[in-house]
C-alpha cells in the first residue's frame, strides 16, 4: 500500500470505554490503547492527522462547574478548549511514546468556524452537562435562557450543533504536516467560533459534531482517507440484534435505505459519503485496533459513493 495523508477520528471510546469512571488512571489507559493503533498507520509510512471526541469530558466539567460556580457557569467554547488541551495533552503523549519518540507529534487547540445563521441555532438538539429533575431544568431555562429536553427519565440543556464551514487554524495543521509532524486536532469538533461584521472570531454556545468537522478537515487538508474508529466493527445491518452482521462496504444508495442512529452510525456514515463525494479515496468505519486493516479494505466498513 503506497503511503497515504489520514485522518484517524476516534471515537468517545477512545479514553472512555462505556460504563468506565472518568478518572485520569483510567483515560490514559485507554490513550495508551487508542496510541498503539495509531502507531500502527505511522510505522507503516502514512501521515496522520488525529482526532476525538470529547463528550464524557464536557460532562464532568460542566457538572464541576456547576457544584463551583452554579449560576455562572462556563462556555461551551471555553469546556470544549479545556477539553481538547487535556486529550490533546494523553494522546499526544501516549502516542510519543507509543513511536519511541522517533517522530514529532503536536496536539492543537483549533477554532471551527460555523455560521451564525446555521437553522441549528433555532433548533437546539445536542444534550450536554448534567441532568435534572424537569422542575430544575425548566427553572435553569428561564434564569439562563437555556433550551431543555427529556433524556430518559430526566431532562438535559440542548443546544445547537450547527454544521462546521471553515477551519480557520488551517495554515497551522498544514505547516506542521510538511514538516513530517503527526497532528492531533479538531477535537470534539473544534472549538465553535463565528466571524464578526470586522472579521474577528469569537466563541459561540454550540457543539459541533466531531464526525463532520473530521471530514471538513480531511477535505481541506487534501487527506486521502477518513477512518472513523469506534468500539463496534463496522457499520452493521440488525445492529443490537442477534442477527447483526457487519457491512463490508457501503454506497450513498445502500445509506440511504438504512435507520442508522442520529447519536452514533448516522453522522459518521454521512461524514463518510461526505468524504468520498469531495474526492476523498477512501472513508472507513470500524474498531480502532483495525485501523490498519481498513485501510487496506480487510475490515470494518468501506464507503463509496
Known amino acids: 500500500m503506497r503511503p497515504m495523508l489520514v485522518v484517524a477520528a476516534l471515537g468517545g ?10 478518572t485520569a488512571e483510567v483515560q490514559r489507559a485507554n490513550a ?17 492527522v488525529v482526532t476525538h471526541g470529547n463528550g464524557p469530558q464536557v460532562g464532568l466539567l460542566a457538572l464541576q462547574g456547576a457544584a463551583f460556580r452554579p449560576d455562572a457557569p462556563e462556555p461551551l467554547d471555553m469546556l470544549g478548549a479545556e477539553t481538547e488541551g487535556m486529550i490533546g495533552y494523553l494522546i499526544e503523549q501516549e502516542l ?43 427553572r435553569l431555562a428561564a434564569a439562563r435562557g ?9 431532562w438535559r440543556r ?18 506542521l504536516l510538511a514538516q513530517g509532524v503527526v497532528v492531533i486536532c479538531a477535537g470534539g469538533g473544534g472549538i465553535p467560533v463565528i466571524r464578526r461584521a470586522d472579521g474577528s472570531l469569537t466563541g459561540i454556545e454550540a457543539v459541533i459534531d466531531k464526525d463532520h468537522a473530521s471530514a471538513l478537515l480531511a ?3 487534501g487527506a486521502d482517507a477518513l477512518l472513523m474508529l469506534t468500539d463496534v466493527d463496522g457499520v452493521q445491518e440488525g445492529f443490537g440484534t442477534p442477527a447483526a452482521r457487519r457491512i463490508p462496504r457501503l454506497t450513498a444508495a445502500e445509506a440511504a435505505r438504512m435507520t442508522l442512529p442520529a447519536g452514533s452510525m448516522g453522522p459518521k456514515v454521512a461524514a463518510g459519503l461526505a ?11 470500524g474498531r480502532m485496533e483495525d485501523a490498519l486493516a481498513i485501510l487496506g479494505g480487510a475490515a470494518g466498513t468501506v464507503i463509496s459513493g
Open 32 to 48: 495508551a490503547r487508542a496510541a498503539g493503533a495509531l502507531a500502527g498507520l505511522v510505522r507503516a509510512g502514512h501521515d496522520l
Open 13 to 22: 471510546n477512545a479514553l472512555l470505554r462505556r460504563g468506565e469512571p472518568v
Open 219 to 221: 477535505r481541506e487538508i
Open 146 to 154: 437555556w433550551t431543555v429536553a427529556p433524556d430518559g427519565a430526566s
Open 96 to 138: 510519543e511514546n507509543a513511536l519511541g519518540h522517533d517522530r514529532p507529534v503536536a496536539a492543537l487547540l483549533t477554532q471551527v468556524l460555523v455560521d451564525p445563521a446555521d437553522p441549528a441555532f433555532a433548533r437546539p438538539t445536542k444534550p450536554v452537562g448534567p441532568v435534572y429533575p424537569e422542575a430544575e431544568a425548566k
Open 275 to 285: 468524504f468520498v463525494a469531495a474526492g476523498g479515496k477512501l472513508a472507513g468505519i
Open 158 to 175: 440542548v443546544v445547537p450543533s450547527p454544521k462546521p464551514v471553515e477551519i480557520p487554524d488551517l495554515r497551522v495543521i498544514q505547516l
